[in-house]
């Protein structure tokens, strides 16, 4: 089993920054690609950026420029870095991994809230 734990999100204005982190524990041994996805109300949960183990990404192309996602895989942890925020960026973001050999994520973290606002 993998546990995901997320931390970073709240509020901020437009133009402004957050950094999202989710470190992982458990079978951490096994994970593969990890990644931040958002849920906005009434809307489907999107993909937003990724990476491999190696350091490949891809990005959301409403994201590309703004954000950047990194990891740091001796302390299991997944980061996303986000300037330039804009209120249609108000969304639950959430942490997932998948697992060697498979690319689909397959764990999730709980959520955090970043809203963008005056």
């Known amino acids: 089993q993998l546990q995901l734990v997320e931390s970073g999100g709240g509020l901020v204005q437009p133009g402004g920054s957050l950094r999202l982190s989710c470190e992982a524990s458990?079978?951490?041994?096994?994970?593969?690609?990890m990644g931040w996805y958002r849920q906005a109300p009434g809307k489907q949960r999107e993909l937003v950026a990724g990476?491999?183990?190696?350091?490949?990404?891809d990005y959301a192309d409403s994201v590309k420029g703004r954000f950047t996602i990194s990891r740091d895989n001796a302390k299991n942890t997944v980061y996303l870095q986000m300037n330039s925020l804009k209120p249609e960026d108000t969304a639950v973001y959430y942490c997932?991994?998948?697992?060697?050999?498979?690319?689909?994520?397959?764990?999730w973290g709980q959520g955090t809230q970043v809203t963008v606002s005056s």
């Open positions: 997932g991994v998948s697992i060697w050999p498979s690319i689909q994520y397959r764990y």
């Open positions: 990476i491999t183990t190696g350091g490949s990404t």
């Open positions: 458990g079978r951490t041994f096994s994970i593969n690609v």
